[in-house]
C-alpha cells in the first residue's frame, strides 16, 4: 500500500487515489457490489455522491477482493508504513490502532468502517477525531480510559522519555475533571480542547502517526 512518508494515513488514503486498469474493473463489478442500504449509509455519513462511494468500493476491493481487512493485511499495511521499527513493536502498535477502524469488534475492518474512519480524519471536527483517538486508549472498549491502559499506551508507543511515572499522572489528573478514577470520552475532549499542556502534548504524538508529512 506504499508508505513513502512514514505515516499510516498516508498509506490508507493512497488506496483512493490509486487507478483501476479495465481489466480489474470489470472483474470487481461483476464480482461484488455496495447494498442500497450501504451505500445509502455511507453517502449520507460522507455527503458523497453515489458514483464516487462506488468508485471508491471498486479501489477498496483491488486491495481487498473480499470487502474486508484482516488484521494480517493491516499489519502488513504497518510493515509498510513505519520499516525501521521491528515486528514485535509493530504488533504492539496495530493492536491499539486497530480499535479506531473495527467499530463492531468483528476482527475485521470493512468498507463502511473505513470510510467512516478516513471520512472523520479528512473531514471531521476536533471533536470527531478526537473521539476517534479515545479507542486508542480504551483498550478494554468499555467507554472509560483507567490510569492502567493510559500507562500501557504510553509504554507501547513509547512516549515518556523520563521513563518514571509522571507523565501518566500529570495526564490522568488533568482528564480526570470529576476525579472518578477514570476518564470518559468528555473528558478527555474537554481536555485536549481546552489544551491543558500535558493532556494536549500525549494525544499530538498520537495524533501524529495519522498526519502525512
Not at 96 to 114: A, C, K, M, P, V
Request: glycine share 8%.
Amino acid at each position: 500500500m506504499g508508505c513513502s512518508q512514514g505515516k499510516l494515513i498516508g498509506g490508507l488514503r493512497s488506496l483512493s487515489e490509486e487507478k483501476l486498469g479495465g481489466f480489474s474493473h470489470r472483474r470487481l463489478t461483476m464480482r461484488r457490489s455496495l447494498s442500497e442500504e450501504l451505500l445509502e449509509k455511507i453517502m449520507q455519513y460522507t455527503n458523497l455522491e453515489q458514483e464516487q462511494v462506488e468508485a471508491k468500493y471498486r479501489q477498496f476491493l483491488t486491495k481487498h477482493p473480499k470487502g474486508r481487512i484482516s488484521k494480517k493485511s493491516f499489519q502488513s499495511m504497518l510493515t509498510d508504513c513505519f520499516p525501521g521499527i521491528n515486528s514485535a513493536k509493530l504488533g504492539l502498535l496495530g493492536s491499539h490502532i486497530w480499535r479506531i477502524y473495527d467499530l463492531n469488534e468483528d476482527g475485521q475492518i470493512d468498507f463502511y468502517e473505513f470510510m467512516t474512519v478516513l471520512h472523520v480524519m479528512s473531514k471531521g471536527s476536533s471533536e470527531d477525531n478526537l473521539r476517534q483517538i479515545f479507542r486508542v486508549f480504551d483498550i478494554n472498549r468499555d467507554g472509560r480510559i483507567s490510569k492502567e491502559e493510559l500507562e500501557k499506551i504510553v509504554d507501547d508507543f513509547q512516549l515518556n522519555n523520563a521513563g518514571d511515572g509522571c507523565l501518566v499522572n500529570s495526564v490522568f489528573n488533568e482528564m480526570d475533571e470529576n476525579e472518578d478514577g477514570e476518564v470518559s470520552p468528555e473528558e478527555f475532549i474537554e481536555a485536549c480542547m481546552a489544551q491543558k499542556k500535558i493532556s494536549t502534548m500525549l494525544t499530538l504524538k498520537i495524533i501524529d502517526i495519522f498526519i502525512v508529512d
